[in-house]
């Protein structure tokens, strides 16, 4: 498939990928757990920093799933998780893929990160900072949303023509 994602299958036939992407809050709010995905060469976020997060497994909700990645990726339990929103992206990466993303923010956590997991490095970052690092894009529209304080969820759609976004549009409630 090309990077016209579900443009190309026409109507009736979205079937996305659900998954979480979580950004842990250092305790004084002011820094936040990110991933330098630097260890594997065939990785699609290769050189990207990135939130905490991935893939629905069966049997499991999305807050389930977020803390269970978190879990997984870092080593620290969630003790308290806001649902910032929501982000519909199509055509997402080299294989054009559909997903759904539940995007949260980890006010509170207990345990000590891991210092890096199979997929590359974990560091604190000053919120601040954070766009003057590699980071995907499309990701720059909607993380100011994800670290600000106004009530409400964003819910948003983000078509991909391969590693670019070619539009975003979005609610908040």
Known sequence: MSGA?????GAGSYTPIVGTLGYVMSPDGKRVL???R??????DHLGKYNGLGGKMEPGEDVVGCM???IREE???KC????LRGTINWTGFGPRG?????????VDRFSGTPHVRNPEGELSWHDVA???ELPLWEGDRHFLPMVFDDERGQFHGYMPYEGDRPVGWSYERL
């Open 5 to 9: 994602g579900s443009a190309e299958r």
């Open 34 to 36: 990110l991933i330098h």
């Open 38 to 43: 630097n260890a594997r060469d065939d990785d």
């Open 67 to 69: 803390r269970r990645e």
């Open 74 to 76: 870092a080593g620290i």
């Open 79 to 82: 003790e308290a998780l806001v």
């Open 97 to 105: 893929e559909d997903w759904l993303g539940f995007v949260f923010r």
């Open 129 to 131: 900072a954070i766009w």
